[in-house]
């Protein structure tokens, strides 16, 4: 399957810093790439689309301000939690489908957990 | 609301048994529903199923999907100590959303 990598891996920061991740598709180009957050022992949700070269689109609930979403190259998105509180701990993953895949399968990255104190 | 129902939410055996974990959905615009596999961290890839009444098959695991009674199945059989993970499914909700349920946790025994 397609490789996907997330940076960094764990993060620990205080209240009121920004936090960035990035998502790197190693092995492919990826047009779009998903944006999930999963609090323990509860699903993934989607959080936000984010689309090389335009907008981001983000899911009701999600506020655009707080979680900003960039996807500057085929091979990179990166989000961006702003002004981080202690109810935005959580495991932050990104997927991204094969663009030559005539498939929908998503291939996920590794996760990254953030705790802020 | 579109909303996905997994079936049983745990669920302990012994190596070498059977098991059956269920998908329910109400989603609109259904394109195809897929299966993960989630151990520590993220999700990985097992099954993607588009057409109904076909079983997909990778070793012990196999799938299948019922798009008139909205379900899916995913049997494992012959059970064993690796096959400990939450199982998750996912329908789309359109062409790339996918709505996960909140996962069956299947522990196996030795």
């Known amino acids: 399957g397609a490789v996907v990598s997330q940076h960094p891996s764990r993060v620990i920061c205080k209240s009121g810093t920004s936090v960035k991740i990035e998502c790197r598709s190693l092995?492919?180009?990826?047009?779009?790439m998903f944006w999930y957050r999963q609090f323990p022992k509860q699903s993934l949700m989607l959080m936000a689309t984010?689309?090389?070269?335009?907008?981001?689109?983000?899911e009701q609930g999600v506020e655009k301000d707080k979680f900003l979403i960039n996807h500057a190259s085929l091979t990179l998105s990166t989000l961006t939690v702003t002004s981080a509180h202690p109810e935005d701990s959580s495991f932050y993953i990104c997927?991204?489908?094969?663009?030559?895949?005539?498939?929908?399968?998503?291939?996920f990255g590794p996760g990254t957990r953030l705790t802020v104190l | 609301e579109d909303k996905v129902v997994q079936s049983p939410l745990s669920l302990v055996v012994h190596e070498g048994d059977t098991v059956t974990l269920n998908c329910s959905y109400e989603?609109?615009?259904?394109?195809?529903l897929l299966w993960y596999k989630q151990e520590k961290k993220a999700p990985t890839f097992l099954f993607m199923l588009?057409?109904?009444?076909i079983e997909k098959k990778s070793g012990r695991l196999s799938s299948i999907l019922d798009k008139k009674e909205l379900f899916s199945i995913l049997n494992i059989t012959a059970t064993q100590t690796g096959d400990s993970a939450v199982y998750l499914c996912?329908?789309?909700?359109?062409?790339?959303?996918?709505?996960f349920g909140t996962g069956t946790r299947l522990k196996v025994l030795a």
């Open positions: 989603v609109t615009n259904f394109r195809s």
């Open positions: 984010s689309n090389e070269g335009s907008k981001a689109t983000y």
């Open positions: 588009t057409s109904s009444g």
């Open positions: 996912a329908p789309s909700s359109g062409t790339y959303k996918y709505i």
């Open positions: 997927s991204t489908k094969h663009w030559e895949s005539s498939y929908n399968e998503q291939f």
């Open positions: 092995d492919f180009q990826a047009t779009t």
